[in-house]
């Protein structure tokens, strides 16, 4: 091989599978059984152990490289102002969970402080999540309604409405937390792998919808009971308009100001980042603004304003959860566990892959797994990590998970020191702080014009979780948008792009013979190429775009040949035909009819055509005798590319060996072609006198293919090449009349630096220069 400039030279030699495997020796590699995975599995040794424990405890790692002069004071920093945010957080998202507000500051101390220890992302703040708290709403209140009586649940008994919410909360996040630990332990973090960013921003703006609509009651002062399952919005939103006239001027005007004022500081804080050592912690301020003006003026009595109320001091003793609400929440805590881990691995992958260290999934998972549990014994609802308080960890600086910790130092000296200074809170303010929150996830609507300009099919995703979330909820919503995405998946793999190859001039690739003008096909060569994995879902589909690209169905041309050899040999035993030197004779005088027999039987019309007990072979491109008919086929080599087939399944590896022995009206052959279309192509084009070639196909398909006893004397090894090139050479060598036919390009590369006549040429360019092949 010789590199000059721009170009390449190579010579070698024209190789199939078979006589590249006979010259170049392969290297052995034992494969590993099932049980040498689980030996491997279970040993255990020193270094493994020591492996084990870092993985398990990630603080070691980073906490060792920690530069205390240069990353403390950062820490500190961003630890105090990411705490605030949190106080104010946990308290407004504790709203959307329909518990009372403290319980939030719960949320966002015990999971930070195991994830401290247990958590591989340095960046990201854990504790409540929007979205987590909305699902762990809908599930409350479906068991302790607003209106009416709580679900029938043993250990209900004695407890206040409050109670008993607190109490369905902790224990479905408990349930949560066991689903993430089971998870990472049996690693199987690459679920979350299935959700891909169109449908989890599909999903998230349909919570930020739903999250808007369970704000509005708090921002008007009105009193909604809580809802949950299928068009549960609509629902609330007819409560909402039906009591409008009930609206408290007080709470939308405070409302308003804060919301106002919140965004557009936001805005000031996004535009000038650069020049600002920290964001201006707004939200903060403006909820100690509104404090002191609602304690001054006394809004709870003055305009009935409803306030955050008596926060207790302390934390309250741990709880064990409740067995009965496992069984009657199990199902919509499966998409919780899922959904609080997806956000969280995504916004920690962003920070990761920006600050330049890895994090582990399964790790990740195992985290919050036993975050969520220690949380949930001690009262707090199933945390994630919200982007907003995420953003101002990193943005103020923050290097490790020590910012975190200080974070929630700060709520905890707040629950036992100076919660009570927050008593008379409007809740307004914290709907209003959740509604601005909400800015970055309603702004993805954005996403659909792009998406529907680049590609349809995640649009259709998109649109398709957005609005199965908004109608039927958060957990049915989940599970339908990603019902839709992998029928998505699905549809592009059974119904792909096929296409029919030319060589392009003067080189040795080959590609779409609709995009460009000056090709190359030879005479009676079809080039196929399969841009998919060949299974059970897609064969039919392969083999009808198949026979559209070659221009006949190879069954039809064999039952027509096989038909009109049975004619023959009746012609010939009854004296209607003779033999002659010169071919075929027609010796009768009147016409000539088939007879019903020679349509009865027709399992031998799909075998192979048999010339034995004729004179001579039939020429079937000829003028047959006795008038004969039967369609020409021009096609002498069929070449199909493999590159993109990564797999073939049991029903596909059937489809190309099957031989169709059954009658073509019995139910047993029905079952045959409906899962062995594409392999028994192979033998229905060879049964026709065309050669089919298969190229850079896969090596572990041609094991399959070896192991499950593919070949036999119709199949042969000796069909597969390394290259497509390779393949059409072979094809022209064989077949020499294809390049002897006039053409004015004369040439086409046969080993790079050596050519080969070439045939027939389709060149849509008609004023192109006569072009000469370079290296």
Partial sequence: ???????????????????????????????????????????????????????????IGW????????????????????????VLQGLAYCLLASLPPWYGLFSAFFPVVIYFFLGTSRHISVGPFPVLCLMIGSVVTRLVPDEGPAVNITGFEGLTMDEQRVLVASSVTFLVGIMQLAMG????????????????????????IHILVSQLKFVLGLQVPGMSGPLSIIYTLEVIFSKIESTNVCDVVISLVIMVVVFI??????????????????????????CGVSYAFDFRTKYKIDVVGHIPKGYEPPMAPNL??????????????????????????????????TIDGNQELIAFGVSNIFGASFKSFASSTALSRSAVQESTGGKTQIAGLLSAIIVMIVTLAIGFLLDPLPKSVLGAVVIVNLKGMLMQFREVPYLWRRDKSDCIVWLGTCIAAILLGLDLGLAAGLGVELLSVVLRAQFPRCSVLANIHGTDLYKDRKDYVDIYEPEGVKIFRIPSPIFFANIEFFRSKLVEAVGFNPLRILRKRNKALRLIRKLLKKGYLQWT????????????NESVEFESNTEELDLPANFKDLPARVDWNAELPANIVVPRVDLHSLVLDFAAVSFLDISALKGLKAVSSFSSMSFERLLIVRSSHLLQALKEFIRVEVDVYIVACDPYILDKLHQCSFFDDEVQPSIFFLTLHDAVLHILNKHPE?????????????????????????NRDKNAADPETKF
Wanted: glycine share 4%; hydrophobic share 45%; with cysteine.
């Fill in 738 to 762: 294809c390049s002897q036919k006039k053409s004015r390009y004369d040439k086409i590369p046969t080993m790079v630096t050596v050519h080969h006549p070439m045939g027939s040429l389709r």
């Fill in 265 to 290: 500081v936001k805005e000031l804080n996004d535009r000038f980042k650069a020049k600002l050592p920290v964001p201006i912690p707004i939200e903060v301020i403006m909820t100690v603004i509104a």
């Fill in 185 to 208: 332990v049996l690693q199987v973090g690459f679920v979350v792998m299935y959700l891909s960013d169109t449908l989890v921003s599909g999903f998230t703006t349909a919570a930020a």
């Fill in 581 to 592: 030197s010169n071919g075929f004779l027609n010796t009768s005088c009147g016409p000539i």
């Fill in 324 to 357: 009965h609400i496992f069984q009657e929440t199990a199902v919509e805590a499966f998409p919780m566990a899922i959904v609080g881990f997806a956000v969280a691995f995504s916004v920690a992958k962003v920070y990761s892959v920006k600050h330049d260290y």
């Fill in 63 to 86: 906490i060792k490289i920690y530069r205390i002069k240069e990353w403390l004071l950062s820490d500190i920093v961003s630890g105090v102002s990411t705490g605030l945010v949190a």
């Fill in 1 to 59: 091989m010789q590199a000059t400039g721009d170009q390449y030279l190579v010579a070698r030699s024209l190789y199939s599978e078979e006589s590249f495997a006979e010259e170049h020796k392969k290297v052995y590699r034992h494969r590993k059984t099932a049980l040498d995975h689980v030996k491997q599995y279970f040993t255990c040794d020193a270094r493994r152990a020591k492996n084990a424990v870092l993985s398990l405890l990630p603080i």
